[in-house]
Antibody, heavy 118, light 107 residues
Framework: QVQLVESGGGVVQSGTSLRLSCTASGPNFKSYGMHWVRQAPGKGLEWVGFIGYDGSGENLGDSVKGRFSISRDNSKNTLNLQMKTLRPEDTAVYYC???????????WGQGTMVTVSS | SYELTQPPSLSVSPGQTATITCSGDRLGSHYVSWYQQRPGQSPRLLIYQDSKRPSGIPVRFSASNSGNTATLTINGAQTTDEADYYCHLWHSSTAYVFGSGTKVTVL
């Protein structure tokens, strides 16, 4: 069974950068796409971005396009979210999640909190 | 951009049926999945491909999708079903999008 653990969250100043990581345990990390989803305090889920199983097909939401990027290292079972020019509205819990294709987003991590202070 | 609209909240008595809607243009032509998020927890997959339940999801959860509306039904709601529920799909204009979420209270 796949398990996902995010790391790298913290408190940062507006305008700075931060990199989140997600480590997958279990088989076949290189065979499935991965999402980043965030949730601002007291708000709903917001899709951040997606990367294909082989690192291709990066797709980012409009609110982070041009500032965030997603990468993965299949040799280390690791997914990354590079966040630049952070804004207070980027404050949220960030989840990595496994894409099961038509089977939906079937595995979620526990989330890591990012707080951007102004 | 594509939007999915859900009612912000609903209340149901224990043992009764709760129906949560998710509306979007020609929603029935896309696969919809549903997620449950209990307070303080990560979301979990409840329904995929409009109406299929992953292993471990109770049979009281069912769903359908047709026209402009997808529906999640909880038959015989339990207090453990108190949570936020989100619909989700992939759309060519917006990539992946979540609904606005529905808070279900069981009391």
């Amino acid at each position: 069974q796949v398990q996902l653990v995010e790391s790298g969250g913290g408190v940062v100043q507006s305008g700075t950068s931060l990199r989140l990581s997600c480590t997958a345990s279990g088989p076949n990390f290189k065979s499935y796409g991965m999402h980043w989803v965030r949730q601002a305090p007291g708000k709903g889920l917001e899709w951040v971005g997606f990367i294909g199983y082989d690192g291709s097909g990066e797709n980012l939401g409009d609110s982070v396009k041009g500032r965030f990027s997603i990468s993965r290292d299949n040799s280390k079972n690791t997914l990354n979210l590079q966040m630049k020019t952070l804004r207070p509205e980027d404050t949220a819990v960030y989840y990595c999640a496994k894409w099961g294709g038509n089977d939906g987003v079937d595995i979620w991590g526990q989330g890591t909190m990012v707080t951007v202070s102004s | 951009s594509y939007e999915l609209t859900q009612p912000p909240s609903l209340s149901v008595s224990p043992g009764q049926t709760a129906t949560i809607t998710c509306s979007g243009d020609r929603l029935g032509s896309h696969y919809v999945s549903w997620y449950q998020q209990r307070p303080g927890q990560s979301p979990r997959l409840l329904i995929y491909q409009d109406s299929k339940r992953p292993s471990g999801i109770p049979v009281r959860f069912s769903a359908s999708n047709s026209g402009n509306t997808a529906t999640l039904t909880i038959n015989g709601a339990q207090t453990t079903d108190e949570a936020d529920y989100y619909c989700h799909l992939w759309h060519s204009s917006t990539a992946y999008v979540f609904g606005s979420g529905t808070k279900v209270t069981v009391l």
